[in-house]
């Protein structure tokens, strides 16, 4: 994924700011580690080192639902993924209106291939990066919602705090999908994280 990227902005003049999303901050922070030379700050929202819980890591999702999300999509992925939808805005207060608004685009550029879809379930379930995330040296902006319960806010925290150079925003009210439920709150603490040389 991480020489994905290098390809796609390899006409991008470094160091790049770079904003990842849930799984997408876990391949800014590999980027991160990969190519230090190319990003000069990443923001990272509703992202944590780890998605999967276990015994020494409580701020993620049980391996049992992340595998029942790997046997429905196979069975119905389309029912699936719009399950999936409604998990990213449980809990935020203006989850009804993001949802609609989400559903209309997900299907915009058509149907995703079954392929990407497992493999994006593979690197959700392998994507450990907590032993590496303090060689990070970038500026960072954790972002997380409080009501998260992919991304739980305690995973943010802790990514903030082991990051060497990061700050941490948490948006009062919104779930995994801060920048759509929330986006005046959400633009007024990314805003000046970018603007800020």
């Known amino acids: 994924v991480v020489a994905a990227l290098e390809r796609a902005f390899v006409e991008e003049a470094p160091p790049l700011a770079v904003m990842g999303w849930s799984l997408g901050g876990v391949i800014a922070l590999a980027w991160a580690l990969a190519h230090p030379d190319r990003l000069r700050k990443l923001a990272l929202v509703g ?5 999967v819980a276990d015994e020494s890591w409580p701020y993620a999702m049980a391996p049992e639902t992340l595998a029942r999300f790997g046997d429905e999509l196979r069975v119905a992925w389309q029912l699936t993924l719009q399950r999936f939808l409604s998990l990213q805005l449980q809990g935020s207060e203006h989850g009804r209106a993001t949802r609609a608004a989400l559903k209309d685009r997900i299907f915009a550029r058509g149907e995703p291939s079954p392929k990407a879809l497992f493999a994006a379930l593979a690197l959700i379930r392998d994507a450990d990066l907590r032993g590496e995330v303090g060689a990070i040296t970038q500026p960072a902006l954790v972002v997380s919602g409080a009501r998260d319960t992919l991304a739980l806010p305690g995973a ?11 700050r941490y925003m948490l948006v009062s009210g919104a779930a995994h999908l801060p920048f759509l439920s929330h986006a005046d709150a959400f633009g007024a603490g990314l805003d000046p994280f970018l603007d800020d040389c």
């Not at 992202?47 to 998605?51: D, E, L, Q, Y």
């Not at 943010?156 to 990061?166: I, K, Q, S, T, Y």
């Open 47 to 51: 992202t944590s080192p780890r998605f």
């Open 156 to 166: 943010g925290r802790w990514l903030a705090d082991h990051l060497p150079n990061a």
